[in-house]
């Protein structure tokens, strides 16, 4: 590599910026614009993964000045997995929004052609933000790219236009900014008591309770960003009235954002400590527990599907808490099998809903089974997507809740085993009154047509949801990617 | 002959590979379905003809994909798993050939026939795995796979008794879950291996490894309907006869009584497990689900629920044979597994005729149907005959060696046990055939019109299998008669022990 070239972690962040900018300029040809950033910050990630498996961990200052006073990039296994999904979510999600937003206008909603255009520039500005903090190796860094989500994703939230989107949008925005205002007081504090912001500084930082009262402030920030229990609040109604696009790109990957920077704050720190470990276990418990009621009761299918990551999230961090004595350095792995489980599987299943709601006209669970035209591919892709979300076999979803359930196991923690057993239970009541609806076609009076439910759009959903589940057979190479670099140090 | 290392994941993907296919056509490609499936069956049992034959010369397949350090997809064809594979792939057949008759111009079949056919591939995968990871993994698609097909008819009853079948099941597998998940924490495999895995976690812990047995049993009794885990057996009767067929005779009734047999042999051994003290309880639930199976089959007149709660007794034969940890008694176990699904298949089928052809769905309708439908009532007549355990029949077998297999064991009252459920078998079944073909139709029964006209398609598949019944008792000690090949396996799993 010469010195001209970028290199391919600076490019993962530049190319979807400056698609941004140019997609923002030229709104008739963003979609193709999109695309195309979206294709090259592909290419440059499997450049980065080649390095990656050759190296290991890659570090690269920015500007020629390395930590701890300059910006410094960082790659290795999880970074490179996290990069991975997140570019293979955004195509997926991106070639679904061309179908998604084709036509002229919508019912009650913003004229197409306008989410058309502003669809691609918040895509390609969240895709910069996550690409981001994957890559961030300081505090400041995180905080920055954070906030880049932020601002993305709330105009995500607000795409479709309605008025329940915009009231959902601003309860978004408020939640979200203060979870940033948090964060940044608990990066300040850091800065005050140790004088440097870099990941690795953390670790040799003395213990002082100023110190831990910054890292509470960040986790409680972190916390109000990934939405967990009770600080979900603002998820459910944000989640299900964006679009679909946009709900996928939400539920998939924007609250993954805050579960990445925990889980490289706990890789970095002394923190956190068995008593927030197991408060957040417990949170974590309310979450599936009341994610899940929450979810049986919700009437319209997206709102369903974002109740379900209310309770997925609540997993996801009974998957950090499990291990108990041994800290996160033994069960980050199971917490990283599920983030990448539910990005994969929850981004095809908001995509299908969308599919269901375009093709029935409506998104009412009840009267699911009431439609003349049968979206049959996009009630496939539902049903795969709800198999590895549930966490049957041989779904990444159940690789995920079977790495969590045997650290719980070995470590004596029954009641994290019990914890998992019931959200499954839950899940499987929720998801069965949707995929009972979709077998249901028994009462529909106007002659059977299930040809007309088939369009190319099915496929992004198809290929996702069908990626959730067979991406389990594939899990001995993502553990393996997983652990390039050895973060979290070596396999105990 | 060319050696095929893949040919059980070929086998396997027959089936599952032709599900996506069959859900994808077109409701109205009637023939090109019918055609696809009759040829996927047939192409199906000649590959586990000649896996049979390969696998009996000493060709040895293990197909592994590692998923996790140290858990595999673990795929082989040790004899009992070809015993079950050979059962369902010719039952699958029979039963394909009668589903197409029975759904002709029905509405949903592209989808009948799809998760039908995931159903079968999951039996498949059910019989072939080599571990309990892997077992469970078809156990859950079994699960998912016949849901669509208990609630095809979508009916408010078929839709309660889907809700019903899927909590009982899906409570069933995250045991099998939990149990899974223990075993491999405990003995860190869980491969089935003949004489069991458990040996050094029992002498350690032999608390622990009792309660895992517990768990493990109890996970399977649900889908092999013991007592009082059956609940969702009857009810599930509201399924189209094909459906309650195929979950009678292979699919889901018999994929719980497989996995008890593997569990007791191949993931305790049984020695160990006689050791714990826990073939006991277990011989006890097996007894007493024996007995209830067949007074509360009694009492039914509907003659699927009839037949549902007759399944519940008869398969307990098979926990019962393994239970009572001897050679001969196993033998008789896993013949049973044979016999009772070649029987309760001809009766479930003959039972959906009746129903299609003369709208006769309960016993008290039954007066002269003997004469109206002779062929359907003649195979189901027979096959009852074999359930009572009439010699020569299939089920006489099965009940000889069981009966011997008590003695042995020493375990004399299990004579008693058999005398006794054969009276009860033929308290419920004999008025049945004493109603067809010793009493005259009742006057509106004769006048009325004839519903539907039984096809070929219809009429031969009970024919045949009933043809099976006799055969499989009659050439019992034949060689490569199901009776001969349990011998071999249980010599295997006792290492030589008879």
Known sequence: ?492 | MIDMPLLPLIILMTSLGAAPVLLALPERSARLRTGLNLAVAAVKVALVIWLAWKAAHGVVYDLRLSVLPGLDLHLQADPLALMFVALSAVLWLVTTIYSVGYLERGPHRARFFGFFSLCVAATVGIAMAGNLFTFLLFYELLTLATYPLVIHRGTAAALRAGRIYLIYTLVGGLALLLGTLALWGLAGTTDFVPGGVMAEVAAERPAAAQALFVLLIAALGVKAALVPLHGWLPIAMVAPAPVSALLHAVAVVKAGAFGIIRVVYEVFGIELAQGLGVTGPLIAVAAVTIIYGSLRALAQDDIKVRLAYSTVSQVSYITLGVALAGPVAAIGALAHLIHQGVMKITMFMAAGNLAEGLGVKKVSQMDGVGRAMPGTMAAFSLAALAMIGLPPFAGFVSKWYLAQGGIAAGQDWVIALLLGSSLLNAAYFLPLLHRAWFRDATPEAANAPARRKISLWLAAPPMVTAGFVLVIGVLANAPFSPLEWTRFIVTREFNGGL
């Open chain 1, 1 to 492: 590599m010469t010195d001209v070239m970028p290199d391919p972690l600076t490019l993962a962040i530049l190319l979807p910026l400056f698609g941004a900018i140019a997609a923002f300029l030229l709104p008739r040809a963003a979609p193709a614009i999109g695309l195309g950033a979206v294709v090259a910050t592909a290419a440059a990630i499997a450049v980065l993964g080649h390095l990656v498996v050759q190296a290991g961990t890659i570090f690269v200052p920015l500007g020629g000045w390395g930590a701890p006073l300059g910006i410094e990039l960082r790659a290795d296994g999880l970074a490179l997995a996290m990069l991975g999904l997140t570019a293979l979510i955004a195509l997926g999600v991106g070639l679904g929004a061309l179908a998604a937003f084709a036509g002229e206008t919508e019912v009650g909603g913003q004229p197409m052609a306008r989410q058309r255009a502003f669809f691609w520039p918040l895509c390609l500005l969240l895709l910069t933000g996550m690409n981001g903090v994957y890559l961030s190796n300081d505090l400041f860094n995180l905080y920055v790219m954070l906030e880049v989500i932020s601002l993305a994703a709330v105009g995500l939230a607000v795409l479709g236009g309605t008025v329940a989107a915009l009231r959902a949008g601003l309860a978004y925005m408020y939640a979200s900014l203060l979870g940033a205002l948090m964060m940044l007081l608990g990066v300040g504090f850091v800065y005050l008591q140790t004088g440097r912001l870099d990941l690795a500084g953390l670790a040799g930082a003395p213990d002082s309770a100023a110190l831990s009262a910054a890292f509470g402030l960040m986790l409680v920030g972190l916390a109000l960003k990934t939405a967990l229990f009770p600080l979900h609040f603002w998820l459910p109604e944000a989640h299900a009235n964006a679009t679909a696009p946009a709900s996928a790109l939400l539920s998939a990957l924007v609250v993954k954002a805050g579960l990445y920077i925990l889980l490289r704050l706990a890789e970095a720190g002394p923190f956190p400590g068995e008593a927030i470990l197991t408060l957040m276990g417990v949170l974590g418990t309310g979450a599936v527990l009341w994610g899940g009621v929450q979810a049986l009761r919700a009437e319209r299918l997206k709102l369903l599907v974002a109740w379900s990551t209310v309770a997925q999230m609540g997993l996801i961090f009974v998957a950090l808490a499990r291990a108990g004595l041994e800290g996160l350095s033994d069960s980050w792995r199971a917490a990283a099998l599920l983030i990448l489980a539910h990005a994969v599987a929850k981004a095809g299943m908001f995509l299908a809903a969308g599919r269901i709601k375009d093709v029935i006209g409506h998104d009412r669970i009840s009267e699911l089974d009431r439609s003349a035209v049968r979206p049959a591919l996009a009630q496939l892709a539902f049903a795969l997507a709800a198999i590895s979300l549930i966490g049957l076999p041989p779904s990444l979803g159940f690789i995920g809740k079977w790495s969590l359930m045997e650290g719980a196991m070995m470590a004596g923690n029954w009641h994290w085993v019990a914890v998992t057993m019931a959200g499954t239970l839950l899940s499987v009541a929720y998801f069965t009154r949707a995929l009972t609806g979709f077998l249901r076609f028994d009462r529909v009076r106007a002659p059977l047509d299930e040809h007309r439910g088939w369009a190319l759009a099915d496929a992004p959903p198809v290929v996702l949801a069908g990626l959730a589940v067979g991406l389990g057979l594939a899990a001995g190479p993502i553990l393996a990617v997983l652990d390039l670099g050895t973060p979290f140090g070596a396999i105990p």
